[in-house]
């Protein structure tokens, strides 16, 4: 499935690095809930990745909609933006966001 596809879709996010826990190479906290959608893969062959935002405490697994997603010009590796159905993020916000990963690398946010 093409990345874009997912937009608008309801997915559940498994989340492996949960809100307040550390990058196991790079040591940085993560701010916010991380994890991948089981089955998928992504450009880089591994699951695809999702930032899980709006829900602000630390999660094992979570169902909610694909609001945006982070395409990385400069990587393999897109990165779905997951919310809960009554939330919403512009751009700039899921920017700031996810800015502690995401500042590693070129992207732009495509929004449905």
């Given at each position: 499935?093409?990345?874009?596809?997912?937009?608008?879709?309801?997915?559940?996010?498994?989340?492996?690095?949960?809100?307040?826990?550390?990058?196991?190479?790079?040591?940085?906290?993560?701010?916010i809930n991380y994890g991948f959608i089981p089955d998928t893969?992504?450009?880089?062959?591994?699951?695809?990745?999702?930032?899980?935002?709006?829900?602000?405490?630390p999660v094992e697994t979570y169902t909610g909609k694909v609001?945006?997603?982070?395409?990385?010009?400069?990587?393999?590796?897109d990165k779905l933006i997951i919310a809960p159905e009554d939330?919403?993020?512009?751009?700039?916000?899921?920017?700031?966001?996810?800015?502690?990963?995401?500042?590693?690398?070129?992207?732009?946010?495509?929004?449905?």
């Open positions: 499935m093409n990345t874009k596809d997912y937009l608008n879709k309801t997915v559940t996010v498994k989340i492996d690095r949960p809100m307040g826990s550390h990058h196991p190479k790079h040591g940085f906290i993560y701010p893969i992504s450009g880089d062959g591994e699951e695809l990745n999702a930032y899980l935002l709006g829900v602000f405490e609001i945006a997603i982070i395409h990385r010009t400069n990587d393999d590796d939330k919403t993020y512009t751009p700039d916000q899921i920017r700031a966001l996810t800015e502690f990963q995401e500042r590693f690398f070129k992207s732009e946010i495509i929004t449905p």
